[in-house]
């Protein structure tokens, strides 16, 4: 018999604590069925978010048979609380929302979540869930819809985006957002090899300019800058700022590549005129990179970085230069080479070797050369030529030459100790044109003399003609610094570059370096015989002393002596050896004849 009162049957949620109790007095005895139904109404009710029991009792008819305040507001299901057909809620028209719990329902599926679609449901973004529920006697289809409102959460995701896309000074987009573009372009169906050209600006001088200026100028000329460029493209160029002072262009090309020259012509045309910030006019150039927009590359940024390799180039040769597939091959070589010897410095992996300095006059060792080797991961030892380039161009030789400086002086410091006294020997390190631009060289070089107790006039700085070329007015001070440290300084490899005589005779410079190109020939070319006379009366003059480079026969050795150069270097002596064995040969050389 049935009861007058509701059973509760284990699978059913107990309702009797949840229901209101004037309800309970006024309606009493209520079926069972009413009892769930309001019950279920109250769950919907005190839920914070938008909610709806969707039922159906098979496709095409789909009902919502209980919903929220939250998700009668949002769905537009005006005064129409239960059994409205899906059909009446806007939200279930005009978004995927309807047709997909049309599908769910009817599926085997017991939940499914998504995000509803670009804000078709009022300009709003919802996270959506459908959960199954189940059958009930009136419908063998029901589920649980649940909207969450993720508006606000998108919105700001929104405008993180767009900041994380501009560039915040020009209004520009930035480098990820230019990569973007290139990489929209490759995926698009429409794309052909060589429709789009990417090119690369880089202000020149820029870094100095902003010293001279301060910041805020430094800014206003970014700004101006941009906004010429953008005067000299075409519209639908997209111009992004990609670096500190570099700027990257998209550009169609509709005649091939003679449009990204053109362009590249009209920017420059566009710096013609110089810039005035506030009291000052200043002239910036600048140099144009272009890499065709190609499919090969495996992601975008790699054609800005084609380009940006380009740049480079354009540097070198004031033109505008345009990518080829080849160059980036070696590129990434020396990139490769670039990481070995970056972890090679980090790991102390390098060592020093020491070639003899010898006084032509009376056979005696005056001093070493310190020269950096490397022995690569794979058992070869590199050419220090070719991995000072890349530490030069890389700026790892800043904390190589530190490392030099330190273990040539550590080296002179091991041999006095181990010989119980001074040695009479000088020690000659090379000091590359970018370590005097970035590095303060005197202070590394006062720290390694005081910190292992050498006297600086036994030390040489080797410097190329380069360094004094680029910057005359810091290669002065970093010379004076050096002298005021009693160290010498020797010009290397002189005669290859382009140092004018009046550097020479205005910086500090103590011994020059007869480059090996001259010295190898002088037997057999007259003139480089010429050569090495003039530069031996031209430190005469100047009161400096000289080292001949690349002595390999004693006849060279002679001749020069003769001739009246001091000191000589090369295989003929001995090859550049490790710091025991140079220890060992200077030993032999000052053993007694017998
Ligand atoms: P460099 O300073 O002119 O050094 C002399 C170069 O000539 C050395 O080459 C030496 O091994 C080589 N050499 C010496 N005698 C002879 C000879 O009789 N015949 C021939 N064919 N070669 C001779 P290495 O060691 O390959 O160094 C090449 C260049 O790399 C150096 O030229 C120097 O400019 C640079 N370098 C080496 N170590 C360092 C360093 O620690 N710092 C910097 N900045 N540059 C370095
Ligand atoms: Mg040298
Ligand atoms: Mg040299």
């Not at 800014?219 to 953008?230: K, M, P, V």
């Not at 400096?544 to 150069?565: F, N």
Request: hydrophobic fraction near 45%; proline fraction near 4%.
């Amino acid at each position: 018999m049935q009861s007058a009162f509701p059973q509760r049957r284990s699978e059913e949620p107990a309702l009797s604590l949840a229901f209101p109790s004037e309800m309970a007095a006024s309606h009493w005895p209520v079926s069972r069925d009413v009892l769930l139904e309001t019950g279920r109404q109250e769950y919907l009710d005190a839920l914070p978010i938008a909610g709806a029991v969707i039922c159906a009792d098979g496709p095409g008819h789909i009902w919502i048979d209980k919903s929220n305040r939250h998700f009668r507001r949002i769905a537009g299901l005006d005064g129409n609380p239960v059994d409205a057909p899906i059909a009446d809620a806007r939200l279930m028209t005009a978004s995927e929302i309807g047709g997909r719990v049309e599908a769910f329902i009817i599926s085997d599926a017991e939940e499914s979540e998504f995000d509803s679609g670009d804000g078709t449901v009022g300009g709003r973004h919802f996270a959506v869930r459908f959960a199954r529920l189940r059958p009930a006697p009136y419908a063998p289809y029901r589920c649980l819809l649940t909207l969450i409102d993720r508006t606000a959460q998108v919105d700001t995701e929104r405008s993180l985006r767009a900041e994380m896309l501009r560039d915040s000074l020009t209004g520009l987009p930035n480098r990820l957002a230019f990569a973007e573009n290139v990489e929209l372009l490759l995926q698009h169906p429409n794309f052909s090899e060589g429709s789009h050209a990417v090119l690369v600006i880089d202000m020149a001088r820029f870094s100095r300019v902003n010293e001279c200026v301060g910041a805020i100028a430094g800014d206003e000329l970014l700004i101006a800058f941009a906004s010429r460029l953008f005067s000299a493209l075409a519209p639908g160029n997209v111009l992004a700022r990609i670096g500190s002072d570099e700027f990257g262009v998209l550009m169609r090309l509709d005649t091939g590549l003679d449009d990204a020259l053109a362009a590249a012509r009209r920017i420059k045309e566009a710096l013609v005129m110089p810039f005035r910030l506030s009291e000052l006019e200043i002239q910036v150039d600048c140099s144009i990179g272009c890499a065709l927009v190609s499919g090969e590359v495996d992601f975008a940024e790699e054609v800005v970085r084609n380009a940006q390799f380009a740049v480079k180039r354009a540097k070198d040769n004031n033109e505008i230069h345009v990518y080829e597939p080849h160059e980036g091959q070696a590129a990434r070589r020396l990139f490769s080479l670039e990481t070995e010897l970056r972890r090679a410095i980090e790991n102390g992996q390098l060592t020093m070797a020491f070639q003899p300095l010898v006084d032509l006059q009376s056979g005696a060792v005056s001093g070493f050369e310190a020269l950096t080797r490397w022995e690569r991961d794979n058992g070869d030892h590199a050419h220090a030529s070719e991995f000072i380039a890349v530490a030069e161009e890389s700026g790892l030789i800043v904390p190589l030459g530190r490392w030099a400086i330190e273990e040539a002086v550590r080296t002179l410091a091991d041999w006095d100790e181990k010989a119980g006294q001074e040695l009479p020997l000088y020690m000659g390190v090379n000091v590359s044109a970018v370590q005097i631009a970035r590095d303060d060289v005197a202070a590394q070089v006062s720290a390694a003399l005081a910190h292992h107790k050498v006297e600086g006039r036994r030390l040489t700085l080797e410097l190329t003609e380069s360094a004094i070329v680029r910057d005359p007015e810091r290669a002065a001070s970093v010379l004076n610094g050096l002298k005021a440290l009693d160290a010498r300084i020797a010009m290397d490899d002189f005669g290859t570059g382009y140092t004018s005589l009046a550097y020479l005779q205005r910086l500090p410079i103590d011994i020059l370096k007869i480059d090996r190109s001259f010295v190898s020939q002088m037997m057999t070319d007259r003139d480089s015989f010429a050569i090495i006379r003039a530069v031996l009366s031209l430190a005469t003059a100047l009161g400096m002393s000289t080292t001949a480079e690349g002595i390999e026969t004693e006849d060279l050795a002679r001749t020069l002596g003769y001739l009246g150069c001091s000191h000589g270097q090369g295989y003929h002596f001995a090859m550049p050896m490790t710091a025991d064995d140079a220890y060992a040969y200077i030993l032999s050389r000052s053993a007694p004849s017998t």
